[in-house]
């Protein structure tokens, strides 16, 4: 029997099997172009904080990278639907939430009221904890005022009176807080304000006293503000 014999024509030979693999290219689904989804869905939240930029922004970053696997890799990934959707939401978000939180600045204080951070309360490093100069100068004012409920000042989910702390740390662990970090809010009215980690606005009658006022759970405080409007 000849060589030529002893192989059957039905079987495929080498060069037609490693054309038949090189066929069939492994395909996945970037992980940039979800990342960037991902991100994008959750960057919406930068409408309520503007630190929370950082995600659509980061979004696009992974979307950047995608589109480039995407043109090196044409065959093996797949997913550039999913990265322009995410390329799209996070532009929107990017594009958008400073513009909402630059016309909330704009227009979030009430006619007749100043706006005050609590920089302008706050003692400075190594200094006595008590009034700052500025602070004083306030005793009287009507001022507007942004800010966190502190945890245990608040014995029911409603309530009238309680203590505003400057960041969210100290309203998320609680703690007691430097004595210039705190205001003792009281509401006027009907108002009422819930347990949140929503930052609060206020605006109202400051008054700044030279002694501390015993405050339940703290150790006192030094600001208290008769508020007129919570939103």
């Known amino acids: 029997m000849t060589s030529s014999a002893a192989a059957s024509p039905e079987q495929p030979s080498y060069s037609s099997i490693l054309s038949g693999s090189e066929a ?18 959750l960057g919406v939240t930068a409408f309520l904080a503007p630190f929370l930029l950082i995600l659509p922004l980061t ?19 797949l997913g550039k639907p999913i990265a322009v959707s995410g390329t799209l939401l996070c532009a929107l978000t990017v594009g958008l939430a400073p513009a909402y939180h630059t ?22 490093v190594g200094e006595p ?18 800010g966190y409920i502190h945890p245990t000042s608040m014995d029911t989910l409603l309530s009238r009176r309680f203590v505003l702390v400057p960041d969210l740390g100290t309203c998320c662990f609680g703690g007691q807080p430097p004595l210039t970090h705190m205001i003792e809010v009281t509401l006027s009215g009907e108002q009422y304000a819930t347990k949140s980690l929503r930052r ?8 700044v006293k030279p002694n501390l006022k015993p405050v339940n759970g703290l150790t006192g405080v030094f600001y208290q503000l008769q508020a007129d409007i919570l939103k």
Request: charged residues 20%; glycine residues 10%.
């Open 200 to 207: 609060q606005r206020l605006a109202g009658t400051l008054h």
């Open 24 to 41: 069939e290219v492994y395909q996945s689904v970037s992980r940039g172009a979800l990342a960037s989804l991902i991100l994008g869905l």
């Open 59 to 77: 979004g696009l970053v992974f979307a950047i990278v995608a589109f480039r696997a995407f043109n090196k890799f044409p065959d093996e990934l």
């Open 103 to 124: 016309y909330v600045y704009m227009t979030e204080v009430p006619e007749g009221y100043t706006r005050v951070s609590f920089g302008a309360l706050e003692s400075g």
């Open 129 to 146: 904890d008590k009034p700052t100069a500025e602070a004083l100068e306030l005793d009287g004012q009507k001022v507007f005022i942004k």
